[in-house]
């Protein structure tokens, strides 16, 4: 069972920067990718942003040029540099990995991003 802690969250005004992180813990084989994907009120939770542990990011297109998304060097913690936040991007931020080797893919509990305008 793989563990994920988020942290990072807060309230920033319109403009503002905040950088996400989360911790994997537990797994007993190799997590393969980490992500972060989003869910406003009343809407389904939505891609944001992956990294594999090779290195190769994909962004969803409404964040691509703001958000950056890298990887610690023990390729257990994966980090959401988020810049120029938009009212748009409040949302609860979840964590995601991946273990390919057993298709299994984990979620954090998630933590509140709130962007005023």
């Known amino acids: 069972q793989v563990q994920l802690v988020e942290s990072g969250g807060g309230l920033v005004q319109a403009g503002g920067s905040l950088r996400l992180s989360c911790t994997a813990s537990?797994?007993?084989?190799?997590?393969?990718?980490m992500g972060w994907y989003r869910q406003a009120p009343g809407k389904q939770r939505e891609f944001v942003a992956t990294?594999?542990?090779?290195?190769?990011?994909n962004y969803a297109e409404s964040v691509k040029g703001r958000f950056t998304i890298s990887m610690g060097n023990a390729k257990n913690t994966v980090f959401l540099q988020m810049n120029s936040l938009k009212p748009d991007d409040t949302a609860v931020y979840y964590c995601?990995?991946?273990?390919?080797?057993?298709?299994?893919?984990?979620w954090g509990q998630g933590t509140q991003v709130t962007v005023s305008s």
């Open positions: 537990g797994a007993k084989l190799s997590i393969s990718r």
């Open positions: 995601n990995a991946l273990v390919a080797a057993i298709s299994r893919a984990y």
């Open positions: 990294i594999t542990t090779g290195g190769t990011t």
